[in-house]
């Protein structure tokens, strides 16, 4: 039998084992409501274009051109660009559809009549499930830097 020192000592350690969580995890149990249905409707809207886990549609090379000469969509994952946009202007996109070039880009649909305000933000929390945690930081800081510029 242990000496109940040892058995004390390892199920503190268990315990400390057990109550690790990812900075992902702690961030989708911030709003696990939010995450699953912004899993749901990623699922349903953007993976056809931007890829399951957010790859993008040419995820071994973003910078791709399809067969009509545009890019392809974009990867939302740690790889893309979206981190560096603050969260008013990723529900505008998504609400009110892309704002590239159409010669260069194949123009991405509004899905402001599709989806209501709290599938948009859904969406656009699943989607920094995709970055690390100091993408969702540095995104954070920007989106605090726009909303105090327009106060």
């Known amino acids: ?6 058995l004390c000592g390892l199920l503190a350690l268990l315990l400390a084992a057990c109550s690790i969580q990812s900075d992902l995890d702690r961030f989708i149990a911030t709003n696990p409501d939010a995450y699953e249905l912004g899993q749901r409707v990623y699922g349903q ?17 973003p910078r791709a051109r399809d067969a ?18 603050d ?14 070039n159409p010669e ?10 599709r989806l209501s305000d709290e599938e948009i933000e859904a969406v656009i929390f699943y989607i920094k499930t995709f970055w690390t945690e100091e993408q969702r930081q540095n ?6 830097v ?3 510029q327009s106060q």
């Not at 000469?69 to 893309?80: I, L, Q």
């Open 1 to 6: 039998m242990l000496p109940k020192s040892l």
């Open 45 to 61: 809207n953007c993976a056809a274009c931007h890829g399951a886990n957010g790859q993008g549609q040419f995820p071994e090379n």
């Open 68 to 85: 009509s000469g545009r890019y392809g969509a974009p990867p939302h994952d740690d790889n893309g660009h979206t981190w560096h946009h």
């Open 87 to 100: 969260d008013d202007l990723l529900y505008q996109i998504v609400r009110e559809g892309g704002m590239g």
């Open 104 to 113: 260069d880009f194949n123009p991405m649909p509004a899905f402001g009549e």
């Open 139 to 144: 995104q954070q800081e920007a989106t605090d």
């Open 146 to 148: 726009v909303r105090n």
